[in-house]
């Protein structure tokens, strides 16, 4: 099961505080990936949240599709957006080569860990050639829970890097950042932009 079910019954209970927080678009990052992608290009975001960096998107004219695996979350998302938003577990996302990009920001930290592989074969499955696919991860050695009782996968940097080594990737790039999150409490990411081959 590529997911957790005490984690969305936190999102489901506090979708209202959650997307009503004033969280901004990760904006040089959102830069970085774009700046892949040719105008107009069919952009899928993967649990989108509030949908501040769809709504960012958007804005540059991308055809953008904010889904989310939370009903209350996509919802408020879709308020916010004034376009659809549709419920979407990762674990259903089942499509074949139909989005140049694939935005998943501080969401696939989320997956049980064994079920992480299965989840990147769906998005590389989904990603035209040459479609990028940008994702970050709290860092860490080993998965556990939050003071929410929301799961982490926790990966380490080189973890992180079997993972995708196991994927016919053209090229994948990881960055690590010192930052925060919802829980305020000082954090390490861990930001990974990859790209499809183009043949
Ligand atoms: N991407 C947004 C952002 O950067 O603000 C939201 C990040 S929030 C930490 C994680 C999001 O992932 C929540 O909106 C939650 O509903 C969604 N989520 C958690 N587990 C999921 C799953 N198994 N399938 C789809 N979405 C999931």
Known sequence: MAQDPQTLRFYAEEAAAYTTRGQAASQPRLEAFLSHLPAGSAILELGCGAGQDSEFMLARGFKVRPTDGTPEIARAAEVRLGVPVATLLFGDLDE????????????????????????????????????????????????????????????????????????????????????????????????????????
């Not at 479609?131 to 009782?149: H, I, M, N, P």
């Not at 080189?158 to 925060?180: C, F, I, N, Q």
Request: proline fraction near 7%; charged fraction near 20%; charge should be negative.
């Open 96 to 199: 074949s080569m139909t989005c140049d990009g694939i935005w998943a920001n501080a969401c696939l930290l989320h997956i049980p860990r064994a079920e992480l592989p299965g989840i990147l074969a769906r998005i590389h499955a989904a990603l035209t050639p040459g479609g990028v696919f940008y994702a970050s991860f709290k860092a860490g050695e080993a998965d556990g829970r939050d003071q929410f009782d929301r799961y982490y996968n926790y990966p380490s940097e080189d973890w992180l890097r079997g993972l995708y080594a196991a994927l016919p990737w053209a090229s994948v790039t990881l960055e690590a950042e010192h930052g925060s999150g919802y829980d305020k409490k000082p954090t390490d990411w861990l930001h990974v932009t990859a790209q499809k081959p183009r043949n």
